[in-house]
């Protein structure tokens, strides 16, 4: 309720209005979308006391507009905060449009995050490529530092990532530049696909004994897409899931090929298995490192009659996960069963700028899933 009420005399934009709206029936609908089950997440830690900071280059508004944390009077121009005014007793809650430059506004937050260590820190990136502007910070200070020196931090950066054919600078959250980077646990890299998964991620972070930095992929169109919604069942009770089995498999005897993937690019591949009623299962590994060994031992041991296991992505061959995923999974893989790889050829760039070429690509990546069936 109080993420749509305003002050009483305050006008909120019209077209604003409307959003709070459709979010409203949403909620009343007993669905949750990927804001929705954000501010939910962000506002139960503040009810709990813990302190919260957020900064990136459009964070209070949302970079693609989803967010709206900070709501503008439409005559005054006055500000108003809701998860400022959930409680009296509540932690602190301060959001911020940082400037555009993230090697000074990352190394900030770092900072911040190693001094205030029982508060949320949250450093988004506009698109996850920006993230290049703040490598040293990452290199020198969030990966070594506990190795270096001991200092700990549970920093936190979103980085909106996935091929959405908008070109090269628009889609790559340089997801296997994180993974190299990762040992002796000094890191977490997670890819969360529902609204459900993100809102425990986000929690987790907080409720954990240690203070390990987490790496967020985010999505861009799954923000608004239906199917990312989670029931607000899935919120109120349940944790994060490293991996997520495919909930849509009524036979698992049926199935002959497993595939693995994270992110969005699993709910292409659902909707073609769902169009071609193929024998397959699409498995999401949520969480990349820590790597989730037992959980995928454990997937792969309830498909009794498996002849192929595949690993998709859509960043190109020498990028995303897959070299990183390969030598953790493929060992995993019972004897007998095939062991594949798709993604997009190598490239240079980490996407191509043509809409069109994109699109073509996507699909073609499809197909390389359900060829042989």
């Given amino acids: 309720g109080v993420m749509s009420s305003v002050p009483e005399g305050f006008e909120m934009h019209p077209k604003l209005a409307r959003q709070f709206d459709t979010r409203t029936k949403m909620v009343d609908g007993g ?102 502007g703040a490598m040293i910070v990452i290199d020198q200070y969030l990966v070594a530092a506990e190795d270096k020196w001991g200092q700990t931090s549970g920093l936190v950066l979103l980085l909106p990532h996935g091929h959405e054919g908008q070109g090269p600078e628009h889609s790559s959250g340089r997801i296997e530049r994180f993974l190299t980077l990762c040992a002796e646990d000094n890191l977490q890299v997670a890819f969360p696909s529902t609204s459900a998964q993100y809102f425990h991620l986000l929690r987790r972070q907080m409720h954990r004994e240690v203070r390990k930095p987490l790496v967020i992929m985010t999505p861009k169109s799954l923000l608004r897409a239906k199917f990312a919604r989670s029931p607000i069942e899935d919120l109120t009770s349940g944790w994060f899931n490293e991996v997520l089995d495919d909930a849509a498999v009524a036979d698992r005897n049926a199935v002959q090929r497993l595939v693995f993937c994270s992110g969005k690019v699993a709910y292409d591949a659902i909707a073609r298995r769902d169009e071609r009623g193929a024998p397959v299962a699409i498995a999401r590994i949520e969480q990349l490192y820590p790597f989730p060994y037992q959980q995928v031992t454990s997937l792969l041991a309830t498909y009794p009659n498996l002849s192929e296991v595949v690993w998709l992505q859509e960043e190109p061959d020498n990028m995303g996960a897959r070299a990183f995923v390969n030598e953790r999974l493929w060992p995993l893989v019972p004897e007998g069963i095939k062991y594949r790889q798709v993604s997009r050829t190598g490239s240079g760039s980490p996407a191509t700028g043509s809409h069109a070429i994109h699109v073509q690509e996507q699909t073609q990546l499809i197909d390389q899933v359900f060829e042989g069936l």
């Fill in 31 to 132: 669905e949750v979308d990927w804001s929705t089950a954000e501010a939910l997440s962000l506002g139960s830690l503040l009810l709990e006391g813990t302190n919260i900071r957020f900064a990136g280059q459009d964070s209070r508004r949302g970079t693609f507009s989803q967010r709206h944390s900070v709501l503008s009077d439409f005559n005054t121009g006055e500000e108003y905060a809701p998860l400022s005014d959930l409680s009296d007793d509540q932690g602190k809650f301060w959001i911020y449009d940082s400037l555009l430059s993230e090697y000074a506004a990352l190394g900030f937050e770092y900072g911040y995050s190693v001094v205030a260590k029982d508060a949320l820190v949250c450093w988004e990136a506009q698109f996850g490529d920006f993230v290049n």
